[in-house]
């Protein structure tokens, strides 16, 4: 079956505009995650959703970050007048249960800031 | 700040050879662990996990190993290959709710054949 897809695989932005990144997660999954890779770093911890709920947002670095789920199955986190320093790889995953067990990853968007 | 992490940035080893990449955490309450495998210009791919009420789990070629004691984690590969060429995280839960994962900084498997 299919795994976790995300949109666009990379992106280039001006300082100051505004991105959205998809995620399609594996059809089903409960939960959903959002998380930052720096190049040379292992992923850090952005969001949470469990459904449509989101259910922790502590790793968002700044209110310029926002991330939805509205129908409990897409999301979409939305980076608002972005900076040089938000530069990363952002990585969504997925998991068909709560609490702690395997997340399945997808392939990140590539995010670069000029 | 982040509990896991791992000793050696960088491993080189020859094909065929076993391969040893090792984890230590400080969180003693951490009861799961996991090891993602994650190449070049893609997502982190899972391994093998291990939850705390156990010391030793196998996978195919792969073996994880947990010490409690001194809090240590390890993942072995038998035999490695050029296709297991890659950065290795280890991880573990962020919280007790247990919604996300932290990882360590990563070690890089090189393979030469």
């Known amino acids: 079956g299919a795994g976790v897809s995300q949109s666009p695989r990379y992106k280039v932005a001006k300082r100051g505009q505004d991105v959205a990144l998809r995620c399609d997660p594996i059809s089903g999954h409960v939960s959903l995650f959002w998380y930052q890779q720096a190049l040379g770093q292992g992923p850090e911890f952005l969001t949470y959703?469990?459904?449509?709920?989101?259910?922790?947002k502590s790793g968002l670095p700044s209110d310029r970050f926002f991330a939805e789920r509205p129908e409990g199955s897409v999301s979409t986190l939305k980076i608002q007048r972005t900076q040089q320093e938000d530069s990363a790889v952002y990585l969504c995953?997925?998991?068909?249960?709560?609490?702690?067990?395997?997340?399945?990853f997808g392939p990140g968007t590539r995010l670069t800031v000029l | 700040g982040e509990s896991v992490g791992l000793h050696l940035p960088t491993l080189s080893v020859q094909e065929g050879d076993n391969s040893i990449i090792n984890c230590a955490y400080s969180?003693?309450?951490?009861?799961?662990f996991i090891w993602y495998k994650q190449e070049s210009g893609k997502g982190p791919q899972f391994i093998i996990d291990?939850?705390?009420?156990?010391d030793k789990r196998q996978g195919q070629r792969v073996t994880v190993l947990l010490n409690k004691t001194v809090k240590h984690l390890s993942l072995q590969i038998a035999a490695t290959q050029p296709g297991d060429s890659a950065v290795y995280f280890c991880a573990e839960p962020r919280n007790q709710a247990g919604t996300a994962l932290i990882f360590g900084k990563g070690t890089t498997l090189s393979v030469s054949s």
């Open positions: 959703f469990q459904n449509e709920a989101q259910l922790d």
């Open positions: 995953a997925s998991s068909s249960r709560t609490g702690a067990n395997e997340q399945f």
């Open positions: 291990i939850r705390s009420n156990m």
């Open positions: 969180n003693s309450a951490s009861d799961y």
